[in-house]
């Protein structure tokens, strides 16, 4: 194991009880997802279930869109989203009641079963990866011939799976809660997700401080998983970090991913999903996020349909639209900030951090001291100062050269700054013209 390079922050245990919020007036699920633009097959005044299929993906190996809700779709529009763009999205008014939402259960032998199952239900994650869930979990033995082409990592043999119980970034604490609150379920997915993968390693790791319960590390080690307690670095939870950490294996940018190396990452609330889709469950139809609002005092977990407008999420839990100013939609660190609250709720976000206009730090954009604090700290050894002075001049071509992709967006450069140079959001200005750039040449 490696010295994570980063910023000593505490362990947030939290209160670890979810909260289940009203079904609101209407759902808006975005047809554009990290694996592209959805296409859907229901048309306004179209009636839908729960659970019901209602968009595909371009590809077929694409995690299809379920309705999160019963009710009739009332248009397909544009609407913003939590990666602060707009884009097409199916809206469904008047959801009935409609829980619960099953179908039938598959046999818990039969593996390609129950991850057909996988492939069909809509499960998307936080941490993003290249490859969709259902095929990066197969031992190469398990991919279906027709995917096989879309990756040469699908051919590689999986040695290793981590469970990652590790929270994301400072100030959220929602993997813990569901490590603490679904331990059996996560323990009996573990079976499961061995014998697709192959894995003949399993760690799981957690935030030091955050042990989970002797119950639960006996019946990890009976299973033959390693636990690991990881350092309370940030950002040790996302998966460039945590696989060096565990297994010493770097991942580099544009080297297929770490199921590439062998490796497959399924984060604790990911593998919840699983073991609900292998139990005859829709996990899709609900998503579990941390809200965060300090003006109002309010930090707590709350589970919603996806496709929950935020705005109705703040109505349920009593916080006044009027006093807000800015909502980090996916939190703290890793949120975009987004001044406007009818986005949806997504499978992708796992956390909102809520902000008056007086809470906002407004900084003046001051030149750089070279006091090298951010090449210090920046976990994937760039040095966000000259990167960031480059994307800001126009110098795209030297920014690649830099490595630019390798930033992981963690803000942590910006976060010791003294100077408060917006360095993230120049490296993120600099991608996306690199890739602009690529698509027109
Ligand atoms: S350059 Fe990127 S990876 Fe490095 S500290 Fe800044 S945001 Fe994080
Ligand atoms: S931390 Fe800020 S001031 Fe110091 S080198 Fe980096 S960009 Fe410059």
């Excluded at 809470?359 to 920046?378: F, P, S, T």
Aim: proline share 9%; glycine share 8%.
């Amino acid at each position: 194991m490696k010295r994570v390079k980063g910023i000593p922050f505490p362990t947030e245990n939290g209160r670890s009880e979810i909260e289940d919020l009203p079904l609101p007036e209407r759902i808006v699920l975005p047809l554009v997802t990290p694996f592209g633009e959805m296409i859907p097959i229901v048309s306004p005044g179209d009636e839908v279930q729960a659970g019901q299929l209602i968009a595909k993906g371009a590809n077929k190996w694409d995690p299809p869109l379920l309705s999160s809700a019963a009710g009739q779709v009332s248009a397909v529009k544009f609407w913003p989203n939590g990666t602060g763009n707009e884009g097409p999205a199916l809206v469904i008014e008047s959801p009935k009641q409609d829980s619960p939402f099953r179908r039938e259960q598959p046999s818990q032998k039969d593996v390609h079963e129950i991850m057909r199952w996988v492939q069909a239900g809509d499960i998307r994650e936080v941490d993003p990866s290249p490859i969709p869930l259902a095929l990066r979990l197969r031992k190469p033995e398990l991919v279906p011939p027709a995917f096989a082409p879309f990756s040469p990592a699908l051919e590689k043999p999986i040695h290793t799976l981590v469970l990652n119980g590790i929270d994301r970034q400072p100030g959220i604490w929602l993997r813990k809660a569901i490590t603490k609150n679904f331990s059996s379920d996560i323990l009996e997915t573990i079976p499961l997700l061995k014998d697709v993968t192959g894995a003949s390693r399993v760690f799981f790791a957690f935030s030091k401080g955050a042990e989970p319960g002797e119950e639960f590390l006996k019946g990890l080690r009976e299973l033959g998983v390693e636990p690991v307690s990881c350092p309370n670095v940030y950002p040790i939870g996302l998966n460039p970090l945590l696989i060096p950490f565990l297994t010493g294996q770097e991942i580099p940018f544009n080297s297929g991913g770490a199921r590439q190396f062998g490796i497959v990452v399924i984060d604790v609330a990911t593998a919840l999903k699983v073991h609900g889709t292998a139990h005859g469950e829709i996990p899709s139809v609900e998503v579990v996020i941390q809200v965060t609002a300090p003006s109002a005092g309010i930090d707590t977990l709350v589970r919603v349909r996806q496709g929950t407008l935020i705005e109705d999420v703040l109505s349920a839990l009593s916080i006044s639209k009027k006093d807000l100013a800015k909502v980090l939609c996916g939190g703290p660190f890793l949120g975009t900030a987004l001044h406007r609250f009818d986005i949806p709720i997504t499978q992708e976000i796992d956390s909102i951090f809520l902000q008056t206009e007086r809470e906002i730090i407004r900084y003046a954009d001051e030149a750089c001291v070279n006091c090298g604090y951010c090449v210090q700290h920046c976990p994937m050894k760039l040095m966000p100062n000259e990167l960031s002075k480059n994307c800001e001049y126009g110098n795209f071509n030297v920014a690649e050269g830099m490595d630019i992709f390798s930033c992981i967006e963690c803000g942590i450069c910006a976060y010791v700054c003294p100077v408060n140079r917006p360095m993230v959001q120049l490296i993120c200005f600099g991608k996306r013209e690199i890739e602009a750039a690529r698509k027109e040449s």
